[in-house]
């Protein structure tokens, strides 16, 4: 046992370059507590004893602010940085060297009584504030990027971003990778082709308008009346 707790602190130590001592990670890191809680709830929870293992889910939640079914299935060296709003369901399983950051939920999406929970890979990295939802799977070193909704299985060595999730890239690693400023976005790439698209387009007209004879110039759109329903009006425009 007193390996296991050792290992837990190396992790946070390792992870989170906050804490300047093992005293400091051991005493101050609410994701270490809450871990350490839902160890000894987990336990109870595979006894049967459903009471206890709620109970010590309960104070973990109140102390931690993660809420951690005591049923969930967790793998080696798991990290959750802040645990603020972590929420992990009952039926969840996280493999091996996972770290997972504030906000994050694993959730399901079904009120059955079966498995209705993510199933997540080793080396896998999940973003602030991710959501993943139903008995899906995310794959081994998948990178989910902040603020992401997945709701399908993503395969290894992928990462996803975006609202629902896309897949952007296909190069895993088993490095825990922060820079999410570096993740690309899916939305803004598209708006990037279609302007190159545009552009393109304008070119070739500009060049058979030149060959016709005829002029090229820039012609302003048609004022276009503006229709909605009563319910979409605005309250300040129809005062005016």
Do not use: W
Request: glycine residues 8%; proline residues 6%; aromatic residues 4%.
């Amino acid at each position: 046992m007193a390996d296991l707790e050792k290992a837990d602190v190396d992790i946070v130590l390792e992870r989170d370059p906050a804490p300047k001592s093992r005293a400091e990670a051991l005493l101050f890191s609410p994701g270490l507590h809450a871990l350490r809680f839902h160890k000894a709830a987990h336990r109870q929870y595979a006894k049967r004893n459903y009471m206890t293992a709620r109970m010590l889910n309960y104070i973990a939640r109140v102390l931690t602010g993660a809420d951690i079914h005591p049923g969930a299935v967790i793998g080696k060296n798991f990290f959750i940085d802040h645990a603020t709003g972590v929420v992990i369901g009952e039926t969840s399983e996280i493999g091996d060297n996972v770290s997972i950051y504030q906000g994050v939920t694993l959730g399901g999406v079904s009120t059955e009584k079966r498995k209705r929970h993510p199933t997540i890979g080793n080396n896998v990295v999940i973003g602030a504030g991710a959501t993943i939802l139903g008995p899906i799977t995310i794959g081994d070193n998948v990178r989910v990027g902040a603020g992401s909704v997945v709701v399908k299985s993503v395969p290894p060595n992928s990462t996803v971003v975006g609202v629902p999730a896309k897949i952007v890239t296909r190069e895993g690693t088993t490095k825990i990778d922060l820079h999410h400023e570096e993740l690309p976005d899916p939305v803004v790439n598209a708006f990037i082709d279609m302007c190159h698209s545009l552009s393109e387009m304008e070119y070739r007209l500009e060049q058979i308008e030149t060959r016709l004879g005829m002029e090229h110039k820039k012609i302003p759109l048609p004022s276009m009346q503006k229709t909605r329903s009563p319910e979409l009006s605005c309250p300040v425009e129809e005062k005016h």
